[in-house]
């Protein structure tokens, strides 16, 4: 195993051990001493693999967006309904329960603000991604005929306006599934021919 494969272990369980401290305590209250003690290692030997508490979340929230990422794209190159599609791509959003902790978290908010402004040139990134990966499914599943849309860049962009907007005013978790579904059978109906 290379020396590299084995950093990212590493930081991948320093990541997991932040994100239960950011969870508990916030962001601003959180400190590279508290991380340290979580993740059962010393401050300075925390310090060689993050330099402050914005790397470590910076981390962590790349790789949660990578992991969107990757699964939208997997969902997007199976078959299935439209309300199906759109059912598992607003899944994606939330891989292994993480809108759970966040939206009903006490310091929820404050960690997806932080989110929004720690990784902005990321998000904004993998968000052009997403939104070109439904249009070319959208395209795709119209040119086969399985559903209606004559402007799919516009149509991927309402999609995805529509999916974030879920989150205003902010819900409980069981809320946002719900909406999430009612979402997902609501455009999937309006695409299906």
């Known amino acids: 195993m290379s020396t590299g494969g ?8 320093i990541a997991q051990a932040a994100f239960e401290v950011f969870v508990e305590h916030g962001f601003r209250k959180t400190s590279m001493q508290l991380i340290a003690v979580k993740a059962e290692m010393s401050r300075p030997a925390l310090y060689l693999h993050f330099q402050s508490k914005e790397d470590v979340f910076r ?3 790349i790789g949660y967006l990578t992991k969107v990422a990757a699964d939208i794209d ?6 299935g309904t439209a309300v199906d599609v759109l059912q598992s791509l607003f899944n994606a959003f939330d891989p292994n329960g993480v809108k759970a902790v ?9 960690l997806m ?8 040139d990321v998000a904004d990134n993998i968000g052009a991604h997403i939104r070109v990966a439904l249009r070319n499914w959208l395209e795709n599943e119209a040119a086969l005929g399985h559903i209606y849309c ?4 516009m149509t991927s962009q309402t999609i995805m306006s529509s999916y974030f907007g879920l989150k205003n ?4 978790y069981g809320d946002y599934k ?11 109906r309006g695409l299906t021919i």
Do not use: I
Not at 178 to 188: E, H, P, W
């Open 150 to 153: 004559d402007d799919p860049d």
């Open 169 to 172: 005013p902010k819900p409980s």
């Open 102 to 110: 966040l939206l009903d978290a006490k310091h929820g908010d404050e």
């Open 59 to 61: 981390f962590l929230a």
């Open 113 to 120: 603000e932080v989110n929004e402004t720690n990784v902005k």
């Open 74 to 79: 997997a969902v997007l190159a199976a078959s």
């Open 6 to 13: 084995l950093e990212t272990d590493k930081q991948k369980e």
């Open 178 to 188: 719900s909406r999430t579904k009612q979402l997902a059978q609501m455009l999937g």
